[in-house]
């Protein structure tokens, strides 16, 4: 086969950088810090930021205030998993945006409705501006739940996959300025969890966020569906790795993910024969947080 010309594959690359610092498999390794463990939350309500964010279970802040992290739920709450779905646009990708290129999937949220699957988006500030009909109706299914990603999609701490790095004392500013881009977009079902663009972050940055009242949403499988040619290998990926609790990370960026909705479509079925029940992220922390398996 005739090689791609060398401008394709620099596109490809960028976009790689750009998706896979999303939980996809790129070969950096992101800054972790230890997530909180759900057997050891007290029980907490709901605290919004101060924009307004719909009533969902956080998690007890860490130490100095900082934001709390939730990477799964309980292993003995029975068979439950979270699909999550990143749906992602950096801050200047309004030009491709323009010129045809997808960063949306409406055929996945169609796909999730038709099987009835409750989800949880996390979602770009960039996104819901590019996208605000379909922000609008994500954010007002009661099937799903609308989450942060920030708005620009740049790193919260570096090195994580070449992404730009937010400077240090804008992080929060960055959370608020998505909460506020959905809400402008008509989202009503917004919930206080954010998601690290690359899931890096450090101590610091989770101080630095604490006061946005939201708890950090991390992953304990990745899909695999970040540039994925085919649905089955990323299927069978997140088959195999599911345990009761699990949150799933995927992508609902067309032209970056494009096998993510036959993918879905596998797993759905799948996983409800080995007696998987779907739920989003606010039912597993709310069942850590009350330190019960309900």
Known sequence: MPRPPRAALAVAALLCCTLTACGGNGTAEPNRTAPVSPKASAPAAATPSAISVTSAPTLPPGPGGAAPLFSHGRRDGGKKVALTFDADMTSDQGPRAARGEHFDNPALIETLRRLKVPATVFMTGRWAEQYPDQARS?????????????????????????????????????????????????????????????????DAVLREIGPAKVTAVQWDVVSGDA???????????????????????????????????????????????KGYAFVRVSDLVGAAARGSGG
């Open 227 to 273: 540039f994925a040619q085919q649905a089955a290998p990323v299927a069978a990926q997140v088959i195999s790795q599911v345990k009761p609790g699990s949150v799933v990370v995927m992508h609902c960026t067309r032209s970056a993910a494009p096998t993510t909705e036959e993918a879905v479509r596998r797993i759905v079925p799948e996983l409800r024969a």
């Open 138 to 202: 994500i954010g007002t299914d009661p099937l799903f739940e609308l989450a942060n990603h920030s708005y620009s999609h740049h790193a919260f701490a570096t090195p994580c996959y070449k992404l730009p790095a937010v400077p240090r004392g804008e992080a929060r500013a960055e959370v608020e300025r998505a909460f506020t881009a959905f809400r402008r977009a008509g989202a009503e079902r917004i919930v206080p969890y954010f998601r690290f663009p690359g899931g890096c972050h450090d």
